[in-house]
């Protein structure tokens, strides 16, 4: 990554809800979007990874065609829509969806507050799952000494699986399953966490947007009411938090296209 | 490791990106992916364990769970169920005394179902242990359970039970045209890459794999991409339910098939071709390696093709194992590389980025027929029938209700009624007919008149029939419970969208929908739609919208009432307490007057706040431990 910010004068620029957004060569959508400082909902990007497309919350409108902002690359003639009432209402159907699909029990959550998956509802105005639960039947594991892994909560953006790959080198978590059964496993024979080499130190550990990798005896140091987006809303948090910092600049977009 | 392991390992040569085809063969040598199975192989392969469990997973005949020593499974496509499987199903099951899906006690069977496996012109139809069994009747099933209970092995019982018809009913370019091995690459020699390349352009080919993407530019791109090898794949994963007409173009057509790949592969310049095989068709298998071998023999094949020194091409054939997304050309593609078939995103393309991110070629199986002849016959030939955006012909596999299943290749442009004459259905009986498969097209009477043809009606190549005797939303509820089970699971819209349409039809079929469920099943469909990452989600809400828009009646008569919303269930939702206090008798179950009255709006209400609910209610709590 350049630690050099992005000079608007002389970058391309396209449109977003018809403000000016420069952008770098290789960065996509979402990237720049961030960078110049305006939020698109998201839950599966996170800056320091190449974007994986899966949640597809962050789906805009780029000439007319919905597609998802973190993954489609910026170009200097793209007339992209974000706030619009369709738009909302198409993100506020998937963020319900993920509720739908998952066992979310927020007021019993360790992550209240913390958590991104109810804080982007709260941001959609979503109060409720609307469909009716799939309730998945999804046991917890907590062989680990220090880390308790509450599947439950799992949105399968699949970012402790890059995270363990590609920081910690350890490969600890990948999916298994498809479609609806599709979930979380660790690599272990026994299927249990104590039996792989995850430590609290790796990256894998601070990346889940949700509640399902905890560390144990820790619970509740800071007290429901006063967590990060339970004093500002995540679009302010986000734009705040990557104030000056470039998002996806020069880095290798290509690879295995995913 | 056990030695049939290292051997398979060998044999592929511990190559990760060979991980389907050894769990493939693992699974043929031993029946079951156990987790010492497979981490045995991540560790020959040098993989992350969680990785080969990942993709043992992902594919539906990949067994990580224990299974019976004969394991049954019926094909569930619309036009099975129609030709009454669920009656034979049932007739098995009842004779091993199972449940679906259940493992009988001695461990020697198992019943469930699978995904269309393109027998629809013979259903129904199953397979055993992998191999196919068509054209199903009562005395069949009896057969095949004195075979089971027999205990001789699959590979032994009597081969006419396995035999598998070909019906080809319309025969045009394509299947009429008279051919010698070896004439189509004669004809290539005579063009030079790039002439062949151009022929098939100004044919105006579009691809007969369901994009209608044209052949000719895609094959330019390929061969002007750079890279270290070119790579041509034939996709004949033909997964699409009601589809099989791939099928016939290699049983009957083989040489056609791999002489197309020849051609592509002297076109774009590449030295191998892959053909991407469904695992339902395994009993090809045979057939098709004797005559790839046939064609190394007579250097149609191989190194030195037509004795020209330097044209090296070879086919090999790479297993699918039930998964339709993986006819996805950039899943099928991730599958060939040993991974989960999830669809990559798009750009870059297969055509610069596709096989070991190589420059490859993805064409469906008649694309690369329909080639191989245009180069052979010349682009007029081929343009000499069709329509003016649509050239040459195209093959349907019509099934269903009418006399005549079987292949028909008709020029583009035919009518429905044209194909619904020909192949024998009563016209003034026939309600529906769903063209391309559950992700086409569904046309009522009043469209009979309109063509196929990507002006109007596009086809992915199937033709499937329903007369008025047809329960539509079924029919429908059928579609969405295929989609449900094929979706990779990758992108929200699609995972959650076609369970939750799955389960809302379901709703329907049973007599319990709710107006409610109406609105959101083309809420979910719309939302589908517009932000899936890949074809499978973009037109799995397809039958619904066309459904609602087309069939209206007969999904408002499924309603449980018009007036009100029950769609929550108090007996359904007592079953788990039922089952864990053991209890089956009158009390714990709420039926009869509760129900009755809910489908009243101010009753319900009223059961709500004062009578029935509340005393039913305590009197269960106080009784239930
Ligand atoms: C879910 C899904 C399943 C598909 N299945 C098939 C298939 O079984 N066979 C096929 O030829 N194309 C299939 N396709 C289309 C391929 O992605 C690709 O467009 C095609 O193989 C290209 O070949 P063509 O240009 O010759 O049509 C499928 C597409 C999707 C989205
Ligand atoms: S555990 Fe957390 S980070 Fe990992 S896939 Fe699930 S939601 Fe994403
Ligand atoms: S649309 Fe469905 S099949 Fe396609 S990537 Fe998404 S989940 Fe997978
Ligand atoms: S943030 Fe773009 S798809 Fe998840």
């Known amino acids: 990554m350049s630690d050099k910010l992005p000079q608007p004068a002389g970058l391309p620029i396209f449109l977003l809800d018809g403000h000016e957004i420069p952008f770098q060569p290789g960065q996509t959508v979402m990237q720049a979007a961030l960078e110049a400082g305006f939020y698109i909902p998201h839950l599966c990007f996170h ?30 003639d793209l007339d992209v829509e974000s706030e619009t009432s369709e738009l909302r209402d198409l993100r506020k159907t ?50 680990h000494p220090d880390v308790l892994l509450d599947f439950n909560r799992c949105i399968l953006c699949e970012l402790c699986i890059r995270a363990s790959s590609e920081v910690d080198g350890k490969d600890v978590f990948a999916l298994a399953g498809r479609g609806i059964t599709k979930h979380l496993i660790v690599n272990a024979e026994s ?68 | ?73 019926f094909s569930d496509s619309a036009t099975d169920r129609m030709a009454g499987s669920v009656q034979l199903r049932q007739r098995l099951l009842d004779a091993f005394d199972l449940k679906l899906g259940e493992v009988s006690r001695d461990n020697l069977v198992s019943i469930g179902t699978t995904s269309c496996t393109g027998l629809c012109d013979q259903g129904p139809a199953l397979l055993v242990n992998g191999r196919a069994i068509a054209r199903l009747t009562p005395a069949r099933i009896g057969a095949l359970s004195s075979l089971i209970r027999g205990g001789s092995p699959v590979e032994d019982w009597p081969e006419n039970l396995f035999a598998i018809d070909v019906h080809i009913r319309r025969a045009d370019l394509l ?12 004809a290539a ?3 030079g890459p790039q002439g062949c390349i151009d022929a098939v352009r100004q044919a105006n080919l579009r691809g007969r794999g369901g994009a209608g993407f044209t052949t000719g530019q895609k094959w330019q791109a390929c061969r002007d991409a750079p890279g270290e090898a070119h790579y041509v794949v034939c996709n004949a994963d033909e997964g699409e339910p009601g589809t099989f007409k791939d099928r016939v173009l290699l049983s009957d057509y083989a040489d056609q098939v791999f002489e197309g790949m020849t051609v592509a592969g002297y076109a774009i310049g590449a030295r191998q071709g892959y053909l991407y095989l469904r695992g339902e068709y395994a009993f090809l298998q045979d057939h098709l390696q004797a005559m790839l ?46 991974k989960r078939g999830i669809p990559r995103n798009r750009p870059p393309y297969p055509v610069t980025c596709g096989y070991l991110n190589q420059p490859t070629v993805v064409n469906n199986v ?69 063209v391309g498969g559950p992700s086409g097209t569904l046309l009522g009477p009043s469209e009979f008149g309109r063509r196929i043809a990507f002006e109007d009606v596009p086809s992915a190549g199937a033709f499937m029939v329903f007369d008025d005797s047809r329960d539509m939303v079924e029919v429908i509820d059928n579609f969405a419970h295929f989609f449900a089970h094929e979706s990779c699971g990758f992108c929200t819209p699609c995972r959650v969208g076609t369970t939750l349409i799955a389960q809302m039809t379901h709703h329907l079929v049973q007599g319990k929908g709710t107006r409610r469920d109406l609105k959101d099943l083309s809420k979910v469909a719309l939302v589908m739609k517009a932000a899936s990452h890949c074809g499978l989600g973009n037109t799995a809400g397809n039958p619904i919208l066309q459904g609602l828009q087309k069939f209206r009646p007969a999904f408002d008569g499924k309603l449980a009432s018009t007036e009100v919303l029950p769609s929550f269930d108090l007996d359904e939702a007592l079953a788990a307490a039922r089952e864990a206090t053991g209890r089956e008798d009158e009390d714990a179950h709420f039926f009869g007057e509760y129900c009755a009255e809910a489908a009243n709006p101010a009753s319900a209400l009223a059961a709500h706040t004062s009578r029935a609910a509340p005393t039913a209610l305590s009197a269960r709590k106080s009784e239930v431990p």
Request: aromatic share 8%; with cysteine; proline share 6%.
């Open chain 2, 366 to 434: 008649e694309t690369l027929v329909a080639a191989g002849f245009i180069v052979g016959q010349g682009p007029e030939w081929f343009g000499s029938r069709g329509t003016p955006r649509s050239a040459g012909t195209r093959l349907h596999s019509v099934a269903g209700d009418v006399e005549r299943p079987g292949v028909y290749e008709y020029p583009w442009g035919v009518t429905v009624r044209q194909v619904l004459e020909d192949a024998g259905a009563r016209l003034e009986r026939t309600q529906a007919v769903q």
């Open chain 2, 175 to 186: 299947l009429a045209t008279p051919y010698l091995p070896g004439d189509l690459l004669q």
């Open chain 2, 189 to 191: 020699l005579a063009r």
């Open chain 2, 293 to 338: 071998q046939r064609r190394r023999r007579d250097h149609l094949l191989g190194s030195g093709i037509l004795g020209v020194d330097g044209w090296d091409f070879d086919i090999q054939i790479h297993w699918g194992a039930g998964a339709y997304i993986c006819g996805e050309e950039s899943a099928l593609i991730e599958s060939m590389e040993g």
């Open chain 1, 191 to 258: 299927g249990r966490l104590a039996d792989t080499k995850l430590a609290v130190n790796d990256k894998a550990m601070s990346v889940c947007p949700v509640g399902v990798i905890q560390r144990k005896r820790r619970g509740f140091a800071v007290p429901i009411g006063q967590r990060t987006y339970d004093q500002k809303p995540i679009s302010e948090v986000t734009i705040s938090r990557l104030q000056g910092h470039p998002i996806g600049h020069a880095e290798d977009q290509e690879g295995d296209g995913r």
């Open chain 1, 94 to 143: 998937l963020v319900q969806f993920l509720f739908t699909e998952g066992n979310h029990f927020c007021p019993s959550c360790e992550q209240s507050g913390n958590c991104k998956l109810q804080a982007v509802a709260y941001e959609l105005d979503v109060l409720s799952a609307h469909f009716n639960p799939i309730f998945p039947d999804r046991p917890l594991d907590a062989s």
């Open chain 2, 1 to 73: 490791m056990p030695e049939v392991f290292s051997a398979i390992l060998v044999q592929h040569e511990h190559n990760p990106t060979r991980l389907v085809q050894i769990l493939r063969d693992v699974m043929a040598a031993v029946g079951e992916l156990t987790p010492k199975n497979i981490t045995a192989i991540a560790l020959g392969l040098g993989l992350p364990r969680a990785r080969v469990e990942g993709v043992a997973c992902f594919y539906s005949f990949f067994e990580t769970e224990p299974r019976g020593r004969y394991r049954v499974l």
């Open chain 1, 47 to 76: 800056e320091e990874f190449k974007p994986h497309g899966s949640c597809k919350v962050c789906t805009v409108k780029v000439n007319g065609r919905t597609v998802a902002s973190c993954t489609t690359a910026a170009a200097a």
